[in-house]
């Protein structure tokens, strides 16, 4: 058989991965052709070599302008993937919360490892924002972290051997509604749930809405107070996305 491929003499410091790039090929194309080409089975490689190693190669290297050109395009690749990955996660997320309640106090909540609901209790603002048919409810944010019931608020804990609940917040609740906040709060949605230290997860049973917020509430909504609650929120801005999203 003819023999076939340069020779090329591996430097201190190179690896299959450092050369499989520099030849502008993968490491298993390196590895395979070398084992088909070189002149004794015994200097066939897996998947470490060293220096001074003989390697059959096909071609030389790459010039360094095609190496850097190549570098500059997969990482423009990797930039746009991830971007396009973010985007998509991103608008899994506004996917997700579509035409989802907000919570409000009073809501009923539930802990993977507690028997009782706890009822939410809003102490992170004092504003009215949602009104039901009998009395003000205040919209929650993600640091409203207490319950009506106080420490034991569900009940029997399966952590602690159905003991007494010692219920305590590991943090603030997590996915929150970002693009709505209360004096700089991020208000809470159906989804958003809670941990707790001790080792469960709580969350929403009931909003505690009696209805939920529609285009006519928005109707009805009161600029000043809704721009003071909300600083920075264009309400005619918010009215006419809903809208958009309503007839979509």
Known sequence: MMKKGLIYIVKKGETLQSLAQEFGISVDELRRFHNNWCEDIRDQIGYDIWEGKK???????????????????????????KQEEKEKQ?????????????????????????????TLKVTSHTKSIFNSKDDDKWVA??????FKEGASCFGSCKVKNN?????????????PYERLKVM?????????????????????????????????????????????????????????????????
Request: with cysteine; net charge negative.
């Open 90 to 118: 991103e608008e899994a997320k506004r996917t997700e919360q579509d035409n989802k309640y907000y919570v409000v106090d009073g809501a009923k909540c539930l802990c993977d490892k507690g028997i009782t609901p706890a």
């Open 184 to 248: 700089e709060k991020s208000a809470l949605l159906e989804t958003s749930y809670l941990m707790c230290s001790v080792g469960g997860k709580i969350t929403i049973k009931h909003h505690g809405q009696s209805v939920k917020i529609g285009n006519s509430n928005l109707q009805r909504a009161n600029a000043e107070l809704m721009n003071q609650i909300l600083p920075g929120l264009d309400l005619q801005e918010f009215q006419a996305e809903y809208d958009e999203n309503i007839e979509a």
């Open 55 to 81: 390697l059959t190669v096909e071609k030389e290297k790459l010039p360094k302008e095609e190496l850097q050109q190549r570098e500059n395009e997969k990482r423009e690749e990797e930039k746009l993937q």
């Open 163 to 175: 003991n007494p609940c010692t219920f305590a917040p590991a943090g603030k609740w997590l996915k």
């Open 141 to 146: 944010t993600l640091e409203d972290v207490q």
